[in-house]
């Protein structure tokens, strides 16, 4: 398997498993708490694709899907354009609900595209190249793929089990 295969996989497994996440879920479950301060459902799904969003178009020198594809003006949120869900407070996390998960479905459906255009593009050498400075050592675009994918995976899977407990709770 080449390095555009692997990367093809684990972002494919991402968006199969947003897919299963928001596939059938109540509405009602989209943007409930387990407590005033935790995340929900639709957060969380919104949080893992806009940082998917932000750090791929960063590494690939393009435009976020977010804001070219006019998701930003669908969502409508009261957060600053170029938010990801970095040290959202409990206030800014309920300031991301959705009334079904299709919005949420199709922004991810977009980045996923987007992502997978862009993973076309690589090859193994150009996983070295350093696409942020600011960290000690600095980022290799390799290692801030894989770090995406680890952050997506743990963000829907966050949400997955999210969505079961509030159905059993009814």
């Known amino acids: 398997m080449d390095t555009t295969a692997l990367l093809t996989d684990a972002f494919?497994?991402?968006?199969q498993e947003v897919h299963a996440t928001l596939d059938g879920i109540a509405k009602k479950h989209l943007n409930q708490r387990l407590d005033p301060a935790a995340n929900t459902?639709?957060?969380?799904?919104?949080?893992?694709?806009?940082?998917?969003?932000?750090?791929?178009?960063?590494?690939?020198?393009?435009?976020?899907?977010?804001?070219?594809?006019?998701?930003?003006?669908?969502f409508g949120l009261d957060l600053?354009?170029?938010?990801?869900g970095f040290g959202h407070s409990p206030q800014d996390v309920a300031a991301v609900r959705v009334d079904s998960?299709?919005?949420?479905?199709?922004?991810?459906?977009?980045?996923?595209?987007?992502?997978?255009?862009?993973?076309?593009?690589?090859?193994?050498?150009?996983?070295?190249r350093i696409v942020d400075e600011a960290w000690d050592?600095?980022?290799?675009?390799g290692v801030r793929l894989v770090s995406v994918i680890g952050d997506t995976m743990q963000h829907v899977g966050q949400a997955a089990?999210?969505?079961?407990?509030?159905e059993r709770q009814g």
């Open 137 to 141: 050592p600095p980022v290799s675009l």
């Open 101 to 128: 998960p299709q919005p949420l479905v199709a922004y991810h459906d977009a980045v996923h595209a987007q992502t997978l255009n862009y993973l076309g593009t690589l090859s193994s050498q150009s996983l070295n």
């Open 80 to 84: 600053p354009s170029d938010d990801t």
């Open 12 to 15: 494919t497994r991402v968006n």
């Open 161 to 166: 089990f999210l969505r079961g407990v509030l």
């Open 41 to 74: 459902v639709a957060w969380l799904v919104w949080h893992l694709t806009r940082v998917q969003d932000d750090h791929l178009a960063d590494a690939a020198g393009q435009d976020q899907v977010w804001h070219a594809e006019g998701f930003e003006e669908s």
